[in-house]
């Protein structure tokens, strides 16, 4: 049905700038500059007004080829923000959308003629139409979406090599969505010849065509295609793992790691032993190029690749290396200085006093600013009582989604559950000043993972660091949900390697079984009076709060019990997460600074 949609001509002067354009752009340029367009509407009408949202949301909407969006739909919102009713708000919300904004989109897209705009305006139309106006899908604009994607994915169209992959990837998803042969069939071409274009200049994101098609069906790809996807990632083992140049052992594992899931599938276990080993001799190389630091942390993944190539001798080899190199770390790391107090009033200043010459150093610093000091945390709770004796004196109860999960009494009656509260609080204050301080230290020290977790066995605390080089790795890669149930679980393994290393047994006694013995945990250890007098009361009540009591974020009993929601798992959290493994590094200064 046509569209009675009319678009104040502010607004439809931009579009048809961009139809015109001789340069390359991409669709965020056109939300710019709309976005600015309709700002400058005088006084419009309700009409005017929802015509150019209309336009603006078009391209305000972000594609995502994953999971994430809330309408479960390719496109979503830019992001979101929760109201203090617990309701959440997205941005751009397709709330106020109806039919008028589909059949607008859709006739967009049979009019207009610029790949990129047609491609956008087609695959709303197509995507969107179900959530928006409750209507089916019209094929003619996934065709008109598909043909205009593979229109586009030339430099003089799309300036961004991953931008113009990424458009390739969802003309083949359509394609192959609506079983259509000959479109599916251009799509893969197009996606095959970018990737050949990344491998003549061996430069760019060599994955995106062997991740698609090497094992979807619907995909289409031959057998020759296949081939020559595998001869390429074989090509690019050799060439990561050369150490005369263009060495990248991160690039080397990540390309091996697929053609080890491939050849296992095949059962090649000969080409999975060459390839694991090819692992584990590019980083016992990169191992050799750094401090012992970074060494320490290295080391880990040529022991175990080591081990999956079946050279066990190798790994044994490399595991006592890794152990001498621990040992150096900590001989080598600077003590701990003076207290720093941060000037709230200015990032750079504070970023100057923390972000210090050498990475030792800087995490020294981190870890001791961001360890919240409990004599303080006393002093705000009774401030509170002074301040605002209504609140102090009332009772709160934590709620989970089915049962309560803590009670915490008035500041007379319960101080302690004031305390961890009050922790809980300082943790999100400080979050934007941890943020900023591990952002300028990866900035300026060029911190890798390994770095990190070279330092968080700085004292030989865990045995094996597989799982904290994955965790701290998902962090790098944004990977927050990973990141969280990977590290959690090994921060409870720090606690019980400190507690070894006071000289207390690790194990006690099976509640039902005798003659059995368990693994103690984080409850075990930071209600133990004779333990936690060993940590001192900031440590004890930096894990405590963070995460072994209801009455604070309660981490590790959230994730080992399933209860913890995506919805938490956020950049400010992990970050934390971050922060207990510089704290693991530094466990014995600031235990015995603040006994």
Known sequence: MPCDLVIPAVVEAVIQEFEHAASPFTESDVYTALTKARASLQNPSDEDSFAAWAEVLAFALQAERTDKSPWRTFFGPMGSVTREDGKKLYLP??????????????????????????????????????????TRRDPAMAHFAIDAYLASVSAAVRPELYHRFEAALRALDLAALIRDPERTKRARAALLQLHQGVMT???????????????????????????????????????????????DPHALQSTAQRLIKHYTRLRRSDDVRRLHE????????????????????????????????????????????MQEKIGQAHDHMAAVGTEIKIPREDIEKFLK???????????????????????????????????????AHLHRTIMADDHVAAKVGSVEDDPFGRLLQQTTLNFAVSG????????????????????????ANRAALFDDLTFLIEGVRAWYEGDLVKAIHVLVPQVESGLRGIVAQLGKPVTKPHATISDVGVAIGMGDILYSEELTEALGPDLTLYFLALYADPRGKNLRNR????????????????????HTLLIFGLWKELAAQRR
């Not at 589909?102 to 695959?123: F, Q, V």
């Not at 069906?217 to 074989?234: C, Q, V, Y």
């Not at 590019?282 to 080391?299: D, I, P, R």
């Not at 993944?301 to 001798?313: C, D, H, M, P, W």
């Open 93 to 134: 919300d397709i709330g106020a959308a109806d039919a008028r904004v589909i059949d607008h989109w859709r006739e967009r897209a049979k009019a207009i003629g610029h790949p990129i705009l047609k491609a956008r305006y087609a695959d709303l139309a197509w995507e969107m139409c179900a959530v928006i106006a409750r």
């Open 201 to 247: 200049a061996l430069n760019g994101p060599w994955w995106f065509a062997f991740d698609r098609l090497i094992d979807d069906k619907h995909a289409g790809a031959t057998e020759e295609e296949r081939r020559l996807l595998i001869a390429d990632l074989e090509k690019l083992v050799l060439h990561y793992g050369n150490t005369s140049e263009n060495f």
């Open 278 to 321: 090819a692992i584990a001799r590019a980083f016992e190389h990169f191992a050799s190029l750094g401090n012992a630091l970074l060494a320490s942390a290295v080391l880990q993944t040529a022991v175990n690749a080591y081990r999956a190539a079946g050279l066990s001798e190798d790994s044994k080899r490399v595991r006592i290396l």
């Open 353 to 391: 006093a923390v972000i210090l010459d050498d990475l030792g150093s800087t995490f020294v610093r981190i870890a001791a600013e961001f360890l919240p000091k409990r004599s303080d945390l006393e002093d705000q709770v009774q401030q509170s009582l002074r301040e605002a004796p209504l609140m």
């Open 432 to 455: 934007i000043w941890l943020q900023v301080a591990l952002q300028r230290t990866i900035e300026t020290h060029g911190a890798t993972p390994e770095h990190f977790v070279g330092w």
């Open 559 to 578: 994730v080992a019990h399933g209860l913890i929601k995506p919805e938490f798992c956020d950049g400010d959290l992990v970050r934390l997460l971050i």
